[in-house]
C-alpha cells in the first residue's frame, strides 16, 4: 500500500489513539503515534512530519501547548485539534494559531478523513505557493565568496572557466536550496516543491535520488556548492548554510 502523507496522532487514551490510527492507516497514509505532548514534540524534533491528529487535554503538556510550540518550530506541519472538552474560549485560541480545524469526539471516520485530507491540501498549497513567492522576489544572481556566481534565472553555475548549465528540474532544486539554507526538507516536499507533484513516503526518495546525484556531478567544478548539499538520513536533505 503507498502511503498519502505521514501523520502524527496525539492522544492520551489508548483506544482513541488505535482507533484514529487504523482509520488513517487503511486510508493509505502512514501515522505515528504518542501518548502525550512532550513525546510529540520529541517526534517532530527527529522526523517528518505533515499533519498532526492532536488531543486537547493530556496528562503534562496540554494540547495547547504543544500547538504553541509546532506553531513556532514547525510551522509547515498542519494540525487537526480534536477533542472531547471542547470551549468557544479554546476554539478561538487555536484558530488563532492558525490550526487546520477544530473537531469534537466523537467524531466520524468520514469527518476525520475528509478534515484530514483538505490539511494536506492546504499543505501543499502553501508549500507551492512559498515557492513561488521565493522565486519572484529572490536574487537571480548570486555571487559566492569562492568567486562561483550563478544564475537561476539562466540556470548556469559558472565556476572559473568551468560553466554548467542546469536542466529545469535541476535549476529548480538549486534555488530550493540556495533559498532555503539550514532548512531540512523532506523527499515528499522536494519532490513537491521541484517537479510539481505529490509523491508517497516511498516514491519520493526514489525520485530525488537521481535528480540530487545529477546535480551533484554538474557541481563538481564548484565544490562550495556541491558539499553543502547534505542528506539527511531517513529524512531528506538540507542546504548547509555559509556566507554568501
Do not use: W
Not at 502511503?3 to 502524527?8: D, E, R, Y
Not at 520529541?42 to 504553541?68: A, E, W
Request: hydrophobic share 40%; no cysteine; charged share 25%.
Amino acid at each position: 500500500m503507498t502511503t498519502k502523507g505521514t501523520i502524527l496522532v496525539v492522544d492520551d487514551e489508548p483506544i482513541e489513539r488505535q482507533t484514529l490510527t487504523e482509520i488513517l492507516r487503511l486510508e493509505g497514509y502512514y501515522v505515528a503515534s504518542v501518548a502525550n505532548g512532550e513525546a510529540a514534540l520529541d517526534y517532530v524534533r527527529t522526523r517528518n512530519v505533515d499533519l498532526m491528529i492532536l488531543d486537547l487535554r493530556m496528562p503534562g503538556m496540554s494540547g495547547m501547548d504543544v500547538i504553541k510550540v509546532v506553531h513556532r518550530t514547525h510551522p509547515d506541519i498542519e494540525i487537526i485539534l480534536l477533542t472531547a472538552h471542547g470551549s468557544m474560549d479554546t476554539a478561538i485560541e487555536a484558530l488563532r494559531h492558525r490550526i487546520h480545524d477544530y473537531l469534537l469526539k466523537p467524531a466520524s471516520p468520514a469527518q476525520i478523513l475528509e478534515t484530514v485530507a483538505k490539511g494536506l491540501q492546504r499543505r501543499q498549497a502553501r508549500l507551492q505557493d512559498q515557492l513561488r513567492k521565493s522565486m519572484a522576489t529572490s536574487n537571480d544572481v548570486l555571487v559566492f565568496k569562492d568567486g562561483v556566481r550563478v544564475d537561476l534565472n539562466r540556470r548556469r553555475v559558472v565556476s572559473g572557466s568551468s560553466e554548467m548549465s542546469l536542466t529545469p528540474a535541476e535549476g529548480r532544486l538549486l534555488r530550493v536550496f540556495l533559498e532555503n539554507p539550514g532548512k531540512v526538507f523532506s523527499h515528499r516536499e522536494l519532490v513537491l516543491l521541484v517537479q510539481g507533484y505529490s509523491a508517497t513516503q516511498q516514491e519520493a526518495p526514489e525520485i530525488l535520488r537521481p535528480l540530487v546525484s545529477r546535480l551533484r556531478q554538474k557541481l563538481n567544478a564548484a565544490p562550495s556548492l556541491r558539499r553543502r548539499i547534505v542528506s539527511v538520513r531517513g529524512t531528506g536533505y538540507l542546504f548547509e548554510t555559509d556566507d554568501v
